[in-house]
C-alpha cells in the first residue's frame, strides 16, 4: 500500500520532518513498530538466508538484504541512548538466590571473523612483505562476560551473561558487568567475590583493579 507523504523543512536546510511518520511512529524512514519488531526479531535469532527465507514465508513485507543489513546500524543509535536505564532496570529486578554464597566474576574474548574484515587482502599483504600468514585475519574480539552464584556445595545456582559486540578496551562491557558485581553486592554484601580469567594481563588489570576484592582463579 502507498502512502503520499509531505515533508516539511524549517528552518530552510535543515532535515525534512513528515509529520504523519512522526505520528505513526515511523522508524528510519520506513519501518513502522510492528515491522520493526519483525525485522529485529529476524536479524538477532536468523542467518541472512533464513531471515529472508522467514519474510517470503510469512508474505506481510520483504526486505531487501541491504536494507536488512542497515536495519541494525539504525537500530542501534536509539538502543545505545538507552542502554544504560534499560540495563539498570533489568538489575534491579534480578534477584540473587537467597542460597548464594559465592559469586564467580569472569570476562573474556573470542576472536570473530568480521564481515568487512578483509582478511584475504590481509594475508596477501603479509605474504607480499615476506610474512607469515597466522592468526585470526580479518577479525576482531568479541567481549563476553558472566556473573555465577554457587552455593556452599559448589552447585551453580543461576548465571548471568554480558557480551558486546568489538570495541576498543571493552570499555561498555567492562562498565556493565562493574555495575552487575556492585549491585549485587550491595544487595548481598556477605557474597565472596572469586574471580576466573584467562592469562590475558588487561583482563586481570581491570578485574584486580576495578572490581572489589575477591579470590583469584587462573583459568586454562
Not at 536468523?46 to 526486505?63: H, I, W
Not at 542502554?83 to 564467580?104: D, G
Amino acid at each position: 500500500m502507498r502512502v503520499e507523504r509531505r515533508v516539511y523543512r524549517h528552518p530552510p536546510g535543515d532535515h525534512a520532518v513528515c509529520p504523519r511518520a512522526l505520528r505513526a511512529g515511523i522508524i528510519a524512514g520506513s519501518w513502522t513498530p510492528l515491522a520493526a519488531q519483525q525485522a529485529t526479531w529476524g536479524v538477532a535469532h536468523l542467518t541472512p538466508k533464513e531471515g529472508e527465507a522467514r519474510f517470503d514465508l510469512l508474505g506481510n513485507m520483504t526486505p531487501s538484504q541491504s536494507t536488512r543489513d542497515r536495519w541494525p546500524k539504525a537500530l542501534q543509535g536509539h538502543g545505545e541512548a538507552q542502554r544504560p536505564r534499560f540495563e539498570a532496570t533489568l538489575r534491579h529486578q534480578a534477584a540473587i538466590p537467597p542460597e548464594a554464597v559465592a559469586m564467580a566474576v569472569s570476562l573474556d574474548g573470542v576472536m570473530t571473523p568480521m564481515q568487512d574484515g578483509q582478511r584475504h587482502a590481509t594475508r596477501r599483504h603479509a605474504r607480499a612483505t615476506g610474512k607469515a600468514p597466522s592468526g585470526p585475519a580479518g577479525s576482531q574480539e568479541v567481549g563476553g562476560a558472566t556473573v555465577s552464584y554457587y552455593d556452599r556445595n559448589g552447585t551453580r545456582l543461576g548465571t548471568r551473561r554480558m557480551a558486546r559486540l568489538p570495541e576498543t578496551n571493552q570499555a561498555p562491557l567492562t562498565w556493565q558487568l562493574t555495575a552487575e558485581v556492585m549491585e549485587a553486592l550491595s544487595q548481598r554484601p556477605d557474597v565472596r567475590v572469586v574471580k576466573v580469567a584467562a592469562g590475558a594481563p588487561d583482563t586481570w588489570s581491570y578485574l584486580g583493579e576495578t572490581l572489589p576484592f575477591g579470590a583469584e582463579v587462573l583459568a586454562f
